[in-house]
């Protein structure tokens, strides 16, 4: 996986953030040393994505299909209900480390089995483990505020490949992923619409 700048909005602020302090204030512990390398391991791993990966239209997996579906269903809820906060709450993007004006660099991002990902943090302890898990806490970080709305509608889409968002990757369990499904991305970038799609010409 590699990290770099992404095409992104307007970045509201541009603070720049010494996170060392904050990486000691943090109590959530840092991530596993392979997330020095930029990989957030844990955007296969964390309920958000489980949720994500549900999906009807392939049926519920198992020797009791009609056991399982009031969990999908209940699933399903709780990830509706995290993505509306999601898009209400503004978070914190850092910016691309490639040379050039602030304002002319990207959104921080990383590659993930062919799908790449906007790198977004809750606060600056959030941020601050994801620097320390790289090794880099102790360098200032520029980054700018973003709503999850705007994410998910415009980040998302100016990326020109199958992108999401991953919210706090260096906290394992407590982060979240927002991959590029319909229902959370625009339908026209996302992965699934092609499905949909096939499914409605076979009908």
């Not at 010494?18 to 943090?26: F, G, I, V």
């Not at 503004?90 to 480390?97: K, Y």
């Not at 090794?135 to 970080?141: F, K, L, P, V």
């Amino acid at each position: 996986m590699s990290e770099h700048g992404g095409a992104a909005g307007e970045p509201q602020r541009i603070p720049r953030s010494r996170l060392a302090d904050y990486a000691a204030m943090s109590a959530a512990p840092a991530a596993e040393p392979a997330a020095t390398s930029g990989e957030p391991d844990s955007l296969q791993e964390t309920p958000l994505a489980q949720a994500a990966a549900a999906d009807p239209a392939t049926g519920p997996v198992g020797p009791d299909p009609a056991a399982e579906e009031p969990e999908m269903a209940a699933r399903r809820r709780a990830f509706a209900q995290l993505l509306g906060e999601f898009r209400r709450t503004a978070v914190l993007v850092p910016l691309g480390d490639e040379p050039g004006a602030e304002e002319e660099r990207g959104m921080l991002t990383a590659d993930f089995n062919g799908i790449r990902f906007i790198l977004a943090f809750s606060d600056e302890q959030a941020l601050a483990r994801y620097a320390q898990a790289c090794g880099e806490y102790a360098r200032e970080w520029t980054y700018c505020t973003v709503l999850g709305a705007r994410l998910l509608d415009v980040a998302v889409p100016a990326a020109g490949v199958p992108c999401g968002v991953a919210l706090d990757c260096a906290d394992g369990a407590d982060g979240m992923v927002f991959p590029p499904v319909k229902g959370i991305v625009p339908d026209d970038v996302a992965l699934d619409r092609d499905i949909d799609e096939n499914a409605g010409g076979a009908a």
